[in-house]
């Protein structure tokens, strides 16, 4: 673990100090530091490196902000096998291993050779226009079709490896792995999956028949999704992130990714701990 890279939320104030005494430290550690471009330029510099490209020089990740910078990070990074240590610096930060406070004890075990990692599926995302690929993505959280206008419904008509599963009438659909489980699919009643289990999540989004639920289905099948829908104002998202218009016919094929990527585990906490502290998993 000699070289190791920096993604920072180069929009935080907190940035610049918090930054510039971590790359410090870790040269002080005889660690080799890389920046990416944006959070370099926050620092005043000009050496930073495409974030496409960093995971080429380091031998791990350290992402520092909420748990959008950690998605931003996780899709800029993938296939890449290195593994990521995220840090809190935003509200939430379900996703993210550490705060500040634990990052320089969590390092320092890093270093000693005493780290576990966690094993994240993302998912492949592409978008079929009359047969032909338009658009291509890899997500960690989930891909949502959803509307713009808040008075009207879509139709969407949803296969499972070519097998026909049902019509959906909704505000829309949310397709998520066991790591989006816990974000828009949980608000849309979607169930909790445990990162380990190996699954695709369906969820539909406020549907208009009661008899419409969230689905899992095995990770090895594919999920087809086709815009029934006369619309002019139907998207689709991916990680909440990124945006691509859909037409009607137009095909969304989600299915998983053949590479994972790895997150490094805090020492200081498990998944159901923060379920009960982020989550206020069991409170009344």
């Known amino acids: 673990m000699k070289c190791i890279g920096i993604i920072a939320k180069h929009s935080d104030p907190r940035v610049e100090p918090v930054v510039s005494r971590l790359a410090q430290w870790l040269e002080g550690q005889d660690r080799q530091v890389f920046l990416d471009r944006e959070t370099a330029a926050a620092l005043g510099r000009a050496d930073g490196i495409m ?3 960093l995971s080429e020089h380091c031998d791990f990740l350290i992402v520092l902000g909420g748990d959008g910078t950690l998605l931003s990070a996780s899709r800029a990074v993938r296939g890449a096998g290195k593994p990521i240590l995220g840090v809190n610096m935003g509200g939430l930060g379900f996703m993210t291993a ?4 634990e990052l320089y004890p969590t390092l320092d075990r890093i270093f000693r050779g005493e780290v576990e990692y966690d094993e994240r599926m993302m998912l492949d995302v592409c978008v079929r226009r009359m047969g032909e690929q338009v658009a291509d993505y890899t997500v960690l959280n989930d891909a949502v079709i959803n509307k713009g206008a808040p008075a009207r419904i879509i139709d969407i008509r949803v296969f499972v490896e070519r ?3 049902a019509d959906y009438k909704a505000d829309g659909l949310i397709i998520s792995s066991p790591t989006g489980s816990t974000g828009y699919s949980l608000s849309a009643h ?3 999956v445990h990162p380990s289990v190996r699954s695709i999540i369906v969820t539909p989004i406020c549907p208009h028949m009661l008899t419409l639920r969230p689905l899992l289905v095995p990770d ?5 999704a086709e815009l029934v829908s006369r619309s002019d104002d139907v998207s689709l998202t991916l990680d909440g992130q990124v945006g691509f218009e859909l037409r009607e016919r137009d095909m969304v094929e989600v299915r998983k990714a053949k590479s994972a ?3 490094i585990h805090s020492p200081f906490r498990d998944y159901f701990t923060v379920l009960r502290t982020k989550l206020k998993w069991g409170e009344r």
């Open 51 to 53: 974030r496409s490209e």
């Open 98 to 101: 550490v705060t500040i406070d």
């Open 163 to 165: 097998e026909f599963l």
């Open 190 to 192: 979607g169930p909790i």
């Open 220 to 224: 090895d099948m594919v999920i087809c």
């Open 261 to 263: 990527i790895k997150f």
